[in-house]
């Protein structure tokens, strides 16, 4: 039996509203209904499953640049940052855009559905609020990357904190989010 994300009342695994306070869940819901509050983590090898979704979701955002080198129409030392701008910004507006929804919508991004991980409130369970995800976990540690030295530091502390026993980057930490198995 899994109890309900909002008023913690029985529910049944797989039904579409509680039958208590009328809580419509989500389909990202039912992937946290399925485990316990103990059991919530990543199985396999989640600094590697975590790594792979932060690889695809990089090829992805970059996906937009290289379709812009594909059909440049000179060679790029003479082509101008404004033009190759242009070219390129529609894309990466596009993907990116799909990505910010997929984030806030369901908690994944395309490289976490492909590895099959769901990032949660570490506390409720549920799909966490767009200004955590956006914000506290996705903006707020980009920060100390503009200062070299601090940046490479703060990205291997970063990642160091995942290895832990509860499995959550600093990133977790800050915004109360956990990555989860689909």
């Known amino acids: 039996m899994s109890t309900c994300f909002s008023c913690g ?20 819901h039912f992937i946290v209904f399925k485990k316990k509050k103990e059991e919530k983590s990543v199985s396999g090898n989640p600094v590697l499953r975590r790594f792979s979704a932060s690889v695809i979701d990089t090829l992805y955002m970059a996906a937009p640049f290289l ?13 101008s940052v404004g033009q190759f701008a242009i ?24 490289g976490k559905k492909m590895m099959k991980l ?3 409130d570490h ?10 995800v956006l914000f506290l976990r996705t903006a707020l540690p980009l920060i100390p990357f503009v200062l070299p030295v601090i940046g490479v530091g703060f990205f291997i502390v970063n990642l160091a904190w995942m290895l832990g026993g509860e499995q959550r980057c600093l990133h977790d930490y800050i915004a109360g989010t956990n990555v989860i198995d689909e």
Request: contains cysteine; hydrophobic residues 45%.
């Open 9 to 28: 009342n029985a529910a049944q695994p797989g039904t579409k509203r509680c039958s208590y306070c009328g809580k419509e869940f989500h389909h990202t």
């Open 123 to 132: 506390k409720t369970n549920s799909t966490p609020n767009a200004f955590r």
């Open 118 to 120: 769901a990032i949660v």
């Open 87 to 110: 070219q390129t910004w529609f894309l990466f507006v596009i993907f990116g855009a799909l990505q910010l929804f997929l984030l806030v919508h369901d908690g994944q991004t395309v």
């Open 67 to 79: 379709a812009g080198l594909f059909f440049l129409e000179q060679p790029l030392a003479e082509t």
